[in-house]
């Protein structure tokens, strides 16, 4: 195809564009000549090209042409083609045009031309916004963007009301708008536009919530002796970030968003906590107590339980299978207000030893029931664990040994209006091993009597003991 071909097809397709044929583009100037130094969007047209074939020709550049857009989480960049924006090649014309008809005669062309050397004419480039396309490539953006309100709290221990804090979220028309009132100039920063999101519950709406009254309320104790220490704190810990928080009519709750990670920057400590089988120090053991007793306080108060797991073994301060074990980021706990009313959690330790968790704002709404069968019962084993940095000879039981269970659990709920309803769910308690650390050279034969039931034991880490050692510790290969 020749040059010629290639231009007639060019010229024709942008006459289609601007909706008529060849007329229509040498009304518009399309085949004006500029003066030299005329310039176009801040480049100088070449000599002797055509006006609307140069500033054509210089459409897909543009598009090419990157403009910042700036986040709450930082800057990102994008071509404006793939932000709908377009260069309007008809429009441009035509202002250019109207400067061009401006020079009437031989001296207001050399004027023009003159002016156009000494770089005093530039016809800015006008852009349109595809704004479907804009929107799509924008909706990228909303997670960035995206900010949850916060429901107004009560402060019960310190007797203060805590404002709500209004959410946020993407609005791309109003970004567009901004888009489409820029220079579209290298380097222009778009700042993405937002638009608010009304907490579900402000302070005006909890001014009524009447504290006295109480849905439904449980409580569990622990130690404060040896490791219980950790635990306390922990406990208290999420216990503060729960106190006072306000769940609206209808609104789902999540132990996770609201206690949020468990770290030592957030207040959190070292305790133990279940690993596997075993119980191994972390950061946040014993939160999963607060998340049982929230758990209790919620299935007696008639909440909808969204979310629930049991622990891998069963826990001493809570009946079977009405644990609640969560894990941040893994594991939560989840339920939702079902009443047209408010309610307040009320999480705090009335004695050193107890967390006690409150349902405000009402009085009991049905008589809730509990029970729960073993549907199976499996037996523990023995695990014997070499621990090289025990001195010789050295037995130390590490953990209690308990059978596993399969648990069937019923909630039978009576409603003020008459009606009944019930709810079964199922927990797994895994058996939890009796484990023995060891140091070199024991004898298994002085370890205590297997239990009743206990045939299997498991032995871990001997391989790292001397082949000599392996055989005077009478180490088999695991059984389990």
Same mark, same amino acid.
């Given at each position: 195809m020749t040059m010629r071909w290639k231009l007639g097809l060019a010229l024709g397709s942008l006459a289609a564009l601007l909706g008529g044929g060849s007329a229509a583009l040498a009304r518009l100037g399309f085949f004006h000549e500029a003066p030299p130094g005329f310039r176009v969007g801040g480049h100088t047209v070449p000599p002797g090209a055509l006006l609307g074939v140069w500033i054509d020709s210089r459409r897909s550049l543009l598009l090419d042409r990157e403009v910042t857009i700036a986040t709450p989480q930082g800057f990102r960049r994008l071509p404006l083609g793939e932000l709908g924006a377009e260069v309007d090649v008809g429009a441009t014309l035509r202002e250019a045009r109207r400067v061009l008809d401006g020079a009437r005669g031989l001296r207001g062309w050399w004027s023009l031309a003159r002016r156009s050397r000494e770089g005093q004419v530039d016809i800015p480039l006008t852009f349109r916004v595809d704004r479907t396309r804009g929107a799509t490539a924008l909706a990228a953006f909303a997670p960035e963007v995206y900010r949850e309100p916060q429901n107004a709290r009560l402060?019960?221990?310190?007797?203060?009301?805590?404002?709500?804090?209004?959410?946020?979220?993407?609005?791309?028309?109003?970004? =567009?708008?901004? $888009?489409?009132? /820029? #220079?579209?100039?290298? %380097?222009?920063?778009?700042?993405?536009?937002?638009?608010?999101?009304?907490?579900?519950?402000?302070?005006?709406?909890?001014?009524?919530?009447?504290? /006295?009254?109480? =849905? /439904?309320?449980?409580?569990?104790?622990? /130690?404060?002796? %040896?490791?219980?220490?950790?635990?306390?704190?922990?406990?208290?810990? +999420?216990?503060?970030? $729960?106190? %006072?928080?306000?769940?609206?009519?209808?609104?789902?709750? #999540?132990?996770?968003?609201?206690?949020?990670?468990?770290? =030592?920057? +957030?207040?959190?400590?070292?305790?133990?906590?279940?690993?596997?089988?075993?119980?191994?120090?972390g950061v946040g053991?014993?939160?999963?107590?607060?998340? #049982?007793? $929230?758990?209790?306080?919620? =299935?007696?108060?008639? $909440?909808?339980?969204?979310?629930?797991?049991?622990? #891998?073994?069963p826990s001493s301060y809570a009946k079977l299978g009405m644990d609640a074990t969560v894990a941040y980021g893994k594991v939560d706990l989840q339920f939702r207000n079902p009443f047209s009313f408010p309610l307040i959690i009320h999480a705090y330790l009335p004695k050193p030893t107890v967390i006690r968790v409150e349902f405000l704002g009402a009085e009991p709404q049905a008589k809730v029931s509990y029970t729960y069968a073993i549907n199976n019962s499996e037996d523990f084993y023995r695990r014997i664990t070499y621990k090289p940095h025990l001195p010789p000879g050295t037995v130390k039981l590490h953990q209690k040994g308990h059978r596993g269970h399969e648990v069937a659990s019923r909630v039978v709920t009576q409603w003020r209006d008459g009606r009944t309803t019930e709810r079964f769910y199922f927990s797994a308690y895994r058996p939890v091993p009796e484990v023995f650390w060891v140091g070199r050279d024991v004898d298994e034969s002085q370890l205590p009597e297997l239990p009743e039931g206990v045939t299997r034991v498991q032995r871990r880490n001997f391989a790292r003991l001397p082949r000599a050692a392996q055989a005077d510790a009478g180490a088999q290969p695991s059984s389990g």
């Open positions: 402060d019960l221990m310190n007797h203060e009301r805590v404002a709500d804090v209004p959410g946020a979220e993407l609005d791309p028309q109003a970004t =567009l708008d901004a $888009l489409e009132g /820029s #220079s579209f100039d290298q %380097g222009e920063v778009i700042e993405v536009a937002t638009r608010p999101i009304r907490a579900p519950f402000t302070l005006a709406d909890i001014a009524n919530i009447d504290v /006295s009254k109480v =849905l /439904s309320a449980a409580e569990t104790s622990f /130690s404060l002796f %040896g490791t219980g220490a950790g635990r306390a704190v922990n406990i208290a810990t +999420a216990a503060r970030r $729960l106190d %006072g928080w306000v769940l609206a009519p209808g609104e789902s709750f #999540s132990f996770n968003k609201v206690v949020g990670p468990r770290t =030592l920057e +957030a207040g959190f400590t070292y305790a133990p906590e279940i690993v596997d089988d075993e119980m191994e120090m053991g014993g939160t999963c107590q607060v998340s #049982s007793t $929230l758990h209790i306080a919620a =299935l007696e108060g008639a $909440l909808d339980i969204q979310a629930r797991s049991g622990h #891998s073994r």
